[in-house]
């Protein structure tokens, strides 16, 4: 039976994706734009074998539930692909927090992605392995690859075009991850972009408004303009909250610390740092800026109450396999 290791790092959107236009293939409402971030890893080794269940192990924990099942969705693709009905041990170790709004979802199924299907005996492109790690999670799409990315809506019914790509740029910038209190418990994504979608009277202007947020990201990364992508990068996660917000009840993901990073990321840039905020379904704070003002950027941000701990991350690879 065959095994193979991979390793995929996260990935946070600077334009959000947040709202599915179909359920069971995963297909987004909108577009994204996001950075690859070397330093936040999971490693994902797969072994096909001829146990009678798929086994899920995470941090060295054995999942059962909603964890396990949606693994198991995955390599349900993966057994149909290969035209084989083994079942799979999946061990897999993040270096950081999971389901904590570090995007753990995003590098494990994009890892998950890459191992179970070469341990298949599967050689599929990378627009392929974004289509299959989109089914455990709309951000693991982008996660195969590195650096900028940008993923597609999509307007096809079977998903084929809803896929990330990478874009070109000579930006360098580091994305520096304050931490907001580790093992909080949030609303999973899942369920909050469809509780917002559901529910909220801002969903639909979040969809109608945001191709253009999109597009201004796209070219500023493109011509490597950070104030242009920082600007609609701090919009996107505002406009990503306040559609939530306004769901009832409402999704509420920040923390004091939260606010109180977003207020000093915005006092920095008030006394002339080209710094910006973005934040996901969870507390914590990340901020966009130029290499050489990444430690006092960091510095600053762990001075915050309720800050436990601040990571300086570089643009990171796509997915890689480690071995089979
Ligand atoms: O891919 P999911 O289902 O974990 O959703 C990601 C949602 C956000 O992180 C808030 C935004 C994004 O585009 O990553």
Redesign the pocket.
Known sequence: MSRAVAVARSNI?LV???GTREASLNLPAVG?L?LTLDGLETRTEVRWDDEAHDRFILNGAAMTGTPLARVSAVLDLVRARAGHACRARVESANNFPSAAGL?S??SGFAALALAASRAAGLRLGELELSALARRG????ARSIYGGFVVMDRGVRNDGVDAVARPLETNLDVRMVVAVCGEGIKSTL??DG?RHTAETSAYYQSWVTSHPQDLEMARQAVEQGDLQVLGTVMEHSCLK?HAAALAARPGILYWSGATVDGFHLVRALRGNGTDVWFTN??GPHVKALCRPEDAERVSQALSRVAGVTRVLVCRPGMGAELIEG
Do not use: L, P
């Not at 999670?137 to 693991?140: D, I, P, V």
């Open positions: 959107a959000k994706y947040w994204s996001s995007a979802s995003a999670s709309g951000s693991a994504s899942t972009m990503m996901d379904a």
